[in-house]
């Protein structure tokens, strides 16, 4: 190591990640069973994304809800997931991934909790939030088939061992959820994946940044962390790609997968 070149710290960076979010996130109460949540991560338009805590009684479990705002979003820009079985299906075992539900009256995600595990699933309906908005923006450009199941049918179709779905609980304690592993052995890497569905999805981006941040605290193994992105109607954003690059994730623009396939299959 260079003299005068400090050694970059895990625990520096969990502690100044877990500082920023404490002094930008606000806690208000709408009246005595409803808090609001003002977070501080953004949605495309730039608006903070607001979760609600409720009650239902002073003793009633706790629910944690967008209010309805993912749905409503989407159909704002034209995207009805309710009007095809086929989205409907996707939709409902995406959120079941993350632990989170719809109310088909109300449009509202939403979840179960309690005061001792605000904190994860707090972070898993915010996940689940940004996934959804995410995946399905690029419904407006009629998209054959879901960026997830395209990623899917690569992997399996060149013979890559992957398993669906993996949770770490990251430094801060929060749940971080990846589409993909691929278990490593011996002095070959675990190999964890993510998915970005839209390649102009900053907010998404940094959301996946973190989560990539948080975990490497946590794994017990060599890990080697990837994003596919979609690069079907646009070339990834030259932004993004840095963005992914100095959080030291390897970006794989879909088209160029091919690219990828024998050091994913390791």
Do not use: C
Request: glycine share 4%; hydrophobic share 40%; charged share 25%.
């Amino acid at each position: 190591m260079k003299e005068g070149v400090s050694m970059l710290s895990a625990k520096e960076l969990s502690s100044a990640y877990i500082e920023w979010l404490t002094k930008n996130i606000e806690f208000n109460n709408l009246d005595d069973n409803i808090v609001r949540i003002d977070t501080p991560f953004y949605d495309r338009h730039n608006d903070s994304l607001i979760l609600y805590a409720l009650t239902e009684k002073d003793s009633g479990p706790l629910i944690l809800t967008d209010g309805g705002y993912t749905m409503d979003d989407l159909e704002g820009d034209g995207i009805f997931i309710n009007r095809s079985k086929r989205k409907k299906i996707v939709l409902l075992e995406t959120l079941n991934s993350y632990g989170v539900k719809l109310n088909e009256n109300t449009n509202a995600l939403y979840l179960n909790s309690s005061k001792n595990v605000f904190p994860q699933d707090k972070h898993r309906l915010l996940q689940a939030m940004l996934f959804v908005n995410d995946m399905f923006l690029t419904s407006k450009q009629n998209t054959k088939n879901f960026f997830l199941e395209d990623v899917a049918s690569y992997l399996e179709e060149s013979n890559i061992r992957a398993m669906t779905g993996a949770s770490f609980i990251g430094s801060s304690g929060m749940s971080h959820k990846f589409e993909f592993s691929i278990a490593g052995i011996k002095d070959i890497p675990d190999k964890l994946i993510k998915i970005l569905s839209s390649p102009k999805n900053d907010t998404y981006a940094k959301a996946l940044v973190t989560d990539v941040i948080q975990t490497r605290t946590a794994v017990k193994r060599p890990t080697v962390f990837y994003t596919f992105i979609n690069d079907a109607d646009n070339e990834a954003d030259e932004t993004t790609l840095n963005l992914l690059k100095q959080a030291d994730i390897v970006p794989v623009p879909f088209r160029k997968r091919n690219n990828f396939t024998e050091e994913l299959a390791k």
